[in-house]
């Protein structure tokens, strides 16, 4: 993991805002749009969490704890 736990966060809000605006959400819609988008985002990295969480491989723990922190960034992420 390259990236960090912040920059994951915005790249999975930013990756499903585009894709609920693309399908349907209109520009009065904005702010139901980024909830929406960041609820997707936080689905993500919680199954994540919960697949590195049953998993007992090296190194696994490093990879969940990075999870952890992309999904505390997205909850605590603001435009």
Request: aromatic share 12%.
């Amino acid at each position: 993991m390259t990236q960090p736990p912040k920059e994951k966060a915005k790249e999975l809000i930013t990756h499903y805002h585009n894709l609920i605006q693309d399908i349907g959400g209109e520009l009065g819609q904005e702010i139901l749009v980024s909830i929406l988008a960041k609820q997707c985002a936080l689905f993500v990295a919680r199954e994540v969490l919960k697949q590195k969480w049953n998993i007992e491989v090296p190194g696994s723990y490093d990879e969940y704890y990075y999870w952890e922190e992309v999904e505390h960034e997205i909850e605590n992420y603001e435009d």
